[in-house]
């Protein structure tokens, strides 16, 4: 997954600087061009089992790598510039997915299980050689079955943190390469000042509603209920997390921390994220507590 990262945003970043260089023409040309080399590369070196790969980093150089250039040409602000990255990501892997089913004919569900029915083997052979049980091997099949049933209708989710992702890496090696380049990249905002609308806020709140009355829905209705707020729970819990990590990023600058200290700080909160999701509950309230404004605030009246 790394891998796949670093290949599609050294790509899409190649085609976004042609495209604001040279043009549209040029800018879908070398698209194109980068695109077909990647997939080719790729079923290469991986073999026709690596075709949905090659096509997969071939949609993302090409349509994201156009849709970039053509970005920066109008002047965009990075924000904006990253809101429009991550739906073209998002559309782009939706495109990706409905096609990837299409060759195979197959449903999402039918899809996943198949391809969990192919590791069954190797899994049970390497479950055995850390000394499990067969009861315990087939417990642990029996639940990745049932995550797997679950995971198509998270898809919106999903498809989401990947974009966001792909959008954030892209965007940081972009600013590095078109410095490099001396091509103009939009410098207007900067990773301490993200902020989440405030609308997100109460999707969270809708999301554990939804969570908390889908035993109590007609059971027709229970798993669309309970689905449905898992997806609105998970879109806002990731964005409100980058929200926390924004604001420790906004006072560590603040008091001119140290890169090592700024390091273990971001380290300890994403441990805290995991564990309790107290970073993502920082976030969130500061929706309504805004805490840095009345940081500056408190300073302005102080001095």
Same mark, same amino acid.
């Given at each position: ?16 600087? &042609? ?11 070398? #698209?194109? @061009?980068?695109?077909?080399? &990647?997939? *080719? ?13 090659? @096509? ?44 990837? *089913?299409?060759?195979?004919?197959? !449903?999402?569900?039918?899809? =996943? ?9 190797? $899994? ?11 009861? !315990? ?11 797997? $049933? ?30 490099? *380049? ?5 410098? !207007? ?20 509603? &939804? ?11 229970? #798993? ?14 990731? *964005? ?28 300890? =909160? ?30 302005? #009246?102080?001095?």
């Amino acid at each position: 997954m790394r891998r796949l990262v670093r290949i599609v945003s050294s790509m899409s970043v190649m085609t976004a600087s &042609c495209a604001l260089r040279h043009g549209v023409f040029a800018g879908l040309s070398a #698209s194109l @061009l980068v695109g077909a080399a &990647c997939m *080719l590369l790729t079923v290469g070196l991986v073999g026709p089992e690596g075709v949905f790969a090659g @096509l997969l980093i071939f949609m993302l150089t090409a349509i994201a790598g156009m849709g970039g250039g053509l970005a920066l040409r109008r002047g965009v602000s990075q924000f904006r510039l990253f809101i429009a990255m991550t739906a073209i990501f998002c559309v782009t892997l939706f495109l990706w997915l409905g096609a990837l *089913l299409l060759i195979v004919g197959k !449903d999402p569900v039918s899809a =996943l299980q198949a391809i969990v029915d192919s590791s069954v083997e190797p $899994s049970s052979q390497v479950y055995r050689a850390m000394g499990m049980s067969q009861q !315990d091997i087939d417990s642990a099949l029996s639940q990745a079955r049932d995550f797997v $049933s679950v995971l198509p209708y998270m898809a919106p989710a999903v498809l989401l943190v990947v974009s966001i992702a792909l959008s954030g890496v892209n965007l940081a090696l972009g600013r590095r390469v078109f410095e490099r *380049l001396r091509q103009p990249f939009p410098r !207007d905002f900067v990773f301490r000042d993200f902020r989440v609308h405030w609308a997100f806020a109460y999707a969270l709140i809708l999301g554990l509603v &939804c969570q908390l009355l889908a035993p109590y829905a007609p059971e027709r209705y229970s #798993s669309a209920v309970e689905l449905t707020g898992a997806n609105l729970y998970y879109i806002a819990e990731l *964005l409100f997390f980058i929200q926390g990590m924004a604001i420790a990023g906004f006072f560590l600058w603040a008091y001119k921390v140290s890169r090592v200290k700024r390091v273990a700080v971001y380290v300890c =909160l994403v441990l805290l994220e995991l564990a309790l999701s107290l970073t993502m509950w920082m976030g969130l309230f500061d929706t309504w507590l805004d805490y840095r404004r009345r940081f500056i605030r408190k300073n302005l #009246s102080g001095q």
